[in-house]
């Protein structure tokens, strides 16, 4: 079982930035992909970005690529999301996740079928 802590949300002004980080134990981190979802208020929990277990492939759905990138240090057990461009539609919990399925899927499948989750960062973008 991977033991996910979260950090770096906060309020930030429409065109900010930010940097999530997700620190892992408990497990041979280099062994899972990671990535990140986010929960907006009444909305279903959304894939925001994943990465394979090298760090070499990243995945992003079309509402946030080209402003996030998502980043891993296996030696530190972490990854990353660096938010920029940031959007008041960005408001959302984002959640770390960590699992062995193809992280090409998890644009499509749903979230629950995933193991693995953090408990949550607030990150609120006002206009």
């Known amino acids: 079982q991977v033991e996910l802590v979260e950090s770096g949300g906060g309020l930030v002004q429409t065109g900010g930035s930010l940097r999530l980080s997700c620190e892992a134990s408990?497990?041979?981190?280099?062994?899972?992909?990671m990535g990140w979802f986010r929960q907006a208020p009444g909305k279903e929990r959304e894939f925001v970005a994943a990465?394979?277990?090298?760090?070499?492939?990243?995945y992003y759905p079309d509402s946030v690529k080209g402003r996030f990138t998502i980043s891993r240090d296996n030696a530190k057990n972490a990854v990353y999301l660096q938010m920029n461009s940031l959007k008041p539609e960005d408001t959302a919990v984002y959640y770390c996740?960590?699992?062995?399925?193809?992280?090409?899927?998890?644009?499509?499948?749903?979230?629950?079928?995933?193991?693995?989750w953090g408990q949550g960062t607030q990150v609120t973008v006002s206009s």
């Open positions: 990465i394979t277990r090298s760090g070499v492939t990243p």
């Open positions: 408990k497990v041979i981190f280099s062994n899972y992909n």
């Open positions: 996740v960590g699992d062995r399925a193809p992280v090409g899927s998890w644009g499509t499948q749903k979230w629950t079928s995933l193991d693995n």
